[in-house]
């Protein structure tokens, strides 16, 4: 057990943060500061919480400074007695440590973000899709994002331009381009192919940072630059042997 | 001055209470089948971002490979189910469940792991006669919702109400379901809808207990709302308890899993003492006998005084070498090592855990309840899982019942009339749950909840007896009464007091089912197991159901319909009578 | 104003090489623009041949050749860093981003200014002859 201060931003006044002191074991969280907090100094306090096992990607925030998401962040593993814990940044706060995830979205719809399934491919079966096909290459590691926001609130870009697409739906967009079983090609392409598309990223590597997922933003916003440079070669790899 | 939030009223064809599988799955297929279908989603937490389906680690079963057969399929979840199950709504799950496979992939985007030759892969899971888990890695959940959320947001007839959660559903003098109440707290408003049908598919409520697994914002409010306009329960008493629980100290991520297969892996499990104590309750099949014998095994070994000091046993994975567990594992030790345990190198403390709820709404095949307009699929509903659940099944049961709720509701508005004024019925309803908003005073709702999750836990958890949950009724009853007084003042927008004040009541509902149903249940069977009742026995192979009639419980017990495949217990038993 | 810089620090001062990189390529690529128009300024102003050699030996100055070193370390790392942007942008050691820019840009860039700074060094200071 240790003693920690957090201090939390609170949505009230201006810039207002409150000092909550809390006890913490080696293994609790600053999910968990934020509950003991709620539950027995402060109810009025609100987050954003579901899984709280790193899956749901709801409790995304500034936690000294950084990024991450509260359940996954051991308070131990800060080395700090004191920790400040904010919204995100770039989203609007709704209440405290609650933010809308709106503009987040907004950018993610423009990419398509669902399938479009290809007519000419039978629905009735199911795409062979080896790990070493190409769409397997390219997709490996990447598929894991849990729409977050951490990159979005990261990165600098999207801080001086909210037209600015962002890694998170710039990934996405990648992973449906590369997607053997997917149609809407063009309309993504002309998307990404935009000032405020892959060519605002000016590779901060930050959302690469930030990602709790791990995923390499950066890697897959220059495939698609180079997609968008040669797109010969891009469809070359799209099209490889599907339901043979 | 007491603040009276404003009331919206809306109105759609068909409104979804809760964005889990069987949620977006409804939406999906009613879509389908009528793209103007005006669809809205209520969902408590944000879209694709919020319950159990999300979590959901193993995979989903299905029969996709030529040598594996329905009936084998079939065969396994009955067994698992201990022959309580429907076996109309089971074999439904059964035979529905590839097609949904295939629609999930090939129209909403997932892809689940491959061979290396490119093919589907199949996993083992416990209980099963033959590979049958679909997955993606051990995070099969996030693919699952991720992409049913991106369909959802493109499409122009689907409304979401994010962090909007059901209060009530409404009802017409019928008594007939027409919409519901609900709670947006991003607005702190309330909002009426009008529907024509209304599906409840918000994912049961298995946080009533101390250590459970589910996401936290469930709490039972589908089954809480349904009990208040009268539909019909069945297998109350059926909850799964998960064996291989997290145990985080005092975190809130104690009771998060650890994939079951892990245990069918390989892994160990271990008592204080070092002693693998389930050579002593299934020597046969040791750690990897089902879900409710390994949870009962390590709860008595816990309750024997043989549980680590803070009451759990160790599971250890360590001879299966680092790579092994990286390779298939990865989330699993990753997830350890979030809260300082070295899965790869050292033993872990688990506990079981409160995984699943069985009993839920008495369905039919098309979801449809014993109430006009209202529809349950999912964890909501009960009957198909009988008492046991196999790994893997929940996420199909979600799928396929989701989908086939979407089809009904669809086919049950074409000819649905348009329901008539609800604003009246609304506005008392509203004034019923700002009570607690206005109140000086009163109960804390966090403690009253804490209260409820011990009492289930120690009174009518994984072990049972009669005089214990005698005893748990009247203090469950008492939390239900005091949750009423409780205090939610505050804001109006996210105000947790007041939310886990609402949850409280919706648990209290499904707690004292739940509790009653076991104490009728007068044997042991599947996840319930009484200790005055150690044994199966045949004249139980019957189910609960239960359903509110003027302020009273009306409880009846049904015998089971075999329909397809009767229990090896029966038909020795007819052999005798024959002989 | 203040908080507000202070915050835009404080939203992105994290150690991380993507980031600072990002900040050393804008303050170099400024600070050489900067140099650019000086230098030609001063070249504009030095067509008497008299003049010019008054200057060259005041260019030739300790102080003078202190900054030249600064110009080199600027010049160095202005264009090891484009050198690694480009990496990025051919897709060439995107995984291992940290490591390039800390061995290569960084790395490299020091023992290229050690190697061109110690002779300028040595030469134009130490042994500076007035
Ligand atoms: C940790 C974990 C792992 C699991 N692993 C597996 C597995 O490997 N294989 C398997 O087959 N099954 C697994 N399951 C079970 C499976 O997840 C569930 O059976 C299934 O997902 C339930 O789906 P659902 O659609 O009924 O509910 P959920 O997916 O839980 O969705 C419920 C939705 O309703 C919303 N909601 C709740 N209350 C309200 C309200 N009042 N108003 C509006 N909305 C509301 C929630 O926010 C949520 O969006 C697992 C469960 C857990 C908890
Ligand atoms: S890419 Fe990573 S940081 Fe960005 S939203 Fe997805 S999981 Fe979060
Ligand atoms: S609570 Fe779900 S990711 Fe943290």
Redesign the interface.
Same mark, same amino acid.
């Given at each position: 057990m240790a003693t920690y201060q957090i201090r939390v931003a609170r949505s009230g006044s201006d810039g207002a943060t409150d000092s909550f002191t809390v006890e913490l074991d080696h293994r609790m969280t600053v999910l968990d500061a934020l509950f003991l907090i709620q539950r027995e100094q402060d109810p009025t306090l609100s987050f954003r919480c579901s899984c709280r096992v790193g899956m749901c990607g709801t409790c995304a925030m500034r936690i000294n400074w950084q990024p991450r998401l509260a359940c996954q962040t051991r308070v131990l593993t800060l080395k700090a007695d004191t920790i400040v814990v904010e919204p995100l940044a770039h989203l609007p706060v709704m209440k405290d440590l609650v933010v809308a995830m709106d503009p987040f979205f907004e950018q993610w719809k423009r990419v398509k973000p669902a399938l479009h399934p290809d007519p000419k491919r039978d629905p009735k079966k199911l795409a062979v899709v080896p790990p070493t096909s190409e769409f397997g290459k390219q997709a490996q590691g990447k598929r894991d994002c849990i729409t977050c926001g951490a990159c979005y609130a990261a990165c600098g870009i999207v801080g001086s331009n909210e037209e600015y697409l962002g890694p998170a739906a710039i990934n996405k967009a990648m992973l449906r381009l590369m997607d053997p079983r997917d149609n809407a090609v063009d309309e993504r392409l002309e998307e990404l192919n935009d000032e405020n598309g892959v060519w605002r990223c000016h590779t901060q590597f930050n959302c690469v940072a930030a990602c709790p997922k791990g995923i390499n933003l950066t890697d897959s916003i220059m495939k698609m630059k180079r997609s968008l440079l040669f797109p010969k070669k891009f469809h070359d790899k799209r099209n490889f042997v599907d339901n043979p | 001055m007491p603040p009276l939030l404003p009331l919206v009223e809306l109105e759609a064809d068909i409104l979804i209470l809760g964005a889990g599988g069987a949620g977006l799955l409804a939406a999906l297929h009613a879509t389908t089948i009528n793209p103007r279908t005006k669809i809205l989603i209520a969902v408590k937490? &944000?879209l694709?971002?919020? %319950?159990c389906t $999300?979590?959901v680690q193993g995979g989903y079963n299905c029969v996709?490979n030529p040598n594996d057969s329905f009936e084998k399929h079939f065969e396994d979840t009955i067994k698992g189910g201990q022959f309580v199950n429907n076996q109309d709504l089971a074999w439904a799950l059964v035979n529905d469940s590839p097609d949904r496979?295939?629609?999930l992939?090939?129209?909403?985007?997932c &892809?689940f792991d491959?061979?290396?030759?490119?093919?589907?892969h199949q996993k083992p899971f416990a209980g099963q006669s033959f590979d049958r888990t679909v997955h993606?890695g051990d995070?099969t %959940?996030? +693919?699952i919702m *991720?992409?049913l959320r #991106?369909?959802t947001?493109?499409q122009e007839n689907i409304t979401v109400l994010q962090e909007t959660r059901g209060l009530d559903l409404l009802t017409d003098t019928n008594g007939k379901v027409v919409g519901a109440l609900l709670l947006n707290n $991003?607005k702190g408003e309330f909002v009426s809808v009008k529907a024509k049908a209304t599906l409840v598919a918000t994912g049961g409520g298995a946080t009533m207990y101390q250590i459970s697994s589910p996401?936290?914002?469930k709490a039972g409010d589908g089954m809480g709302m349904a009990f208040r306009v009268g539909a019909e329960f069945i297998d109350m008493e059926m909850m799964q308890f998960h064996p291989t629980g997290l145990l985080?100290?005092?975190?809130? *991520?104690t009771g998060? &899993?650890l994939e079951e297969g892990l245990r069918g892996a390989g892994a160990r499990l271990f008592n204080k003492d070092g002693e693998r104590y389930m050579e002593r309750y299934s020597p046969d099949k040791m750690e990897r006998a089902t879900r409710d014998v390994v949870s009962r095994s390590s709860y008595m070994e816990i309750m024997a005084g043989r549980g680590t000091p803070s009451g759990g046993v160790l599971i250890d994975a360590t001879h299966m070498g680092e790579k092994f567990l990286l390779d298939n594992f990865r989330g699993m030790v #990753? $997830?350890c090592r +979030?809260?300082?345990f070295d899965l790869l190198h050292s033993r872990v403390e688990v506990s079981p855990s409160a995984h699943y709820h069985m009993g839920g709404i008495r369905i039919d095949l098309n979801c449809k309840s014993n109430i006009d307009g209202l529809f349950a699929a999912g964890e909501d509903s009960g009957g198909v899982h009988g008492g046991n659940r196999l790994g893997g099944n929940g996420v199909a049961d979600s799928i396929v019942f989701g989908a086939r709720a979407g089809d009904a509701m669809a086919e049950y508005i074409r000819t649905a009339k348009a329901p008539g004024d609800v604003s009246t019925q609304a506005r008392q309803l509203m004034e019923k749950w700002l009570a607690p908003l206005n109140r000086e005073g009163g109960e804390n709702p966090?403690k009253l909840r804490d209260q409820l999750e011990r009492v289930m836990w120690r009174k009518a958890g994984v072990v049972r007896n009669g005089k214990d949950m005698a005893e748990a009724i009247p203090e469950i009853i008492e939390i239900r009464e005091k949750i009423e007084q409780a205090n939610g003042a505050? *804001?109006p927008?996210?105000?947790?007091?007041w939310n886990e004040m609402i949850n409280t009541v919706n648990l209290g509902v499904c707690a004292e089912l739940l509790t009653r149903s076991a104490i009728l249940r007068e044997e042991s069977r599947g996840a319930h197991y009484r200790q005055d009742f150690p044994e199966k026995n045949v004249k139980w192979l019957k189910n609960i159901t239960v359903k509110p009639v003027n302020g009273d419980l009306k409880w009846d017990t049904v015998p089971v319909k075999f329909t397809r495949l009767k229990p090896p217990e029966l038909i020795e038993q007819e052999k005798s009578l024959v002989h | 104003m203040t908080s507000a810089i202070s915050l835009t620090i404080r939203k992105y001062s994290w150690k991380y090489a993507g980031n600072l990189a990002f900040w050393i390529q804008r303050l170099t690529g400024l600070g050489l623009v900067f140099y650019l128009i000086l230098h030609v300024h001063t070249i504009h102003d030095l067509r008497d041949p008299a003049k010019f050699d008054a200057a060259l030996a005041t260019f030739s100055k300790p102080f003078f050749k202190l900054g030249e070193i600064f110009l080199l370390a600027t010049v160095i790392l202005h264009a090891m860093n484009g050198i690694r942007l480009t990496m990025v942008d051919m897709g060439v050691g995107l995984t291992k981003q940290r490591q390039v820019f800390w061995y290569f840009t960084i790395g490299l860039g020091a023992a290229l200014l050690i190697a061109g700074a110690l002779p300028m060094f040595i030469y134009g200071i130490l042994r500076h002859q007035p």
């Open positions: - | 937490g &944000l694709g971002q919020s %319950g $999300r979590m996709l496979i295939l629609e992939e090939n129209k909403c985007g &892809l491959r061979n290396p030759d490119g093919t589907i993606k995070l %959940g996030i +693919e *991720a992409n #991106d369909w947001l493109e $991003r996401s936290l914002e985080v100290g005092k975190s809130i *991520a998060g &899993l #990753d $997830r +979030e809260y300082g966090f505050g *804001a927008i996210y105000n947790a007091p | -």
